[in-house]
């Protein structure tokens, strides 16, 4: 019953922007971290960026550190994904993801108990 579902994908123009949005319901908004991950054709998933549920703490990849914003608004049980100064190399599949286990912020993908179903960003130059 737990479950994720993230929206906001589309293309953009390299140097745009979008917002992801990740909706959590049946237990995955208590998750300890919620993550988003990313996956290119033919490479591996990686992870963009996690923020703890009840303190607001963040991690980032170092290639999106000072582009992307991970934030949340826990009334409404929603986690966004702010993508700034997008280039053609954030071109993926983006995945929204709840950790319900670490008591730490982890940034591996077989950490995370439940998963979306991905928005796709494109971004062309």
């Known amino acids: 019953q737990a479950q994720v579902v993230e929206s906001g994908g589309g293309l953009v123009q390299a140097g745009g922007s979008l917002r992801l949005v990740c909706a959590a319901s049946g237990g995955a908004e208590i998750s300890y971290a919620m993550g988003w991950f990313r996956q290119a054709p033919g490479k591996e998933r990686e992870f963009v960026a996690a923020i703890n549920w009840s303190d607001r703490s963040t991690y980032y990849a170092a290639s999106v550190k000072d582009r992307f914003t991970i934030s949340r608004d826990n009334a409404k049980k929603v986690v966004y994904l702010q993508m700034n100064n997008l280039t053609p190399g954030d071109t993926a599949v983006y995945y929204c993801?709840?950790?319900?286990?670490?008591?730490?912020?982890?940034?591996?993908?077989?950490?995370?108990?439940?998963w979306g179903q991905g928005t796709q960003v494109t971004v062309s130059s």
């Open positions: 993801a709840g950790d319900t286990y670490h008591h730490s912020i982890v940034t591996v993908a077989t950490a995370y108990d439940y």
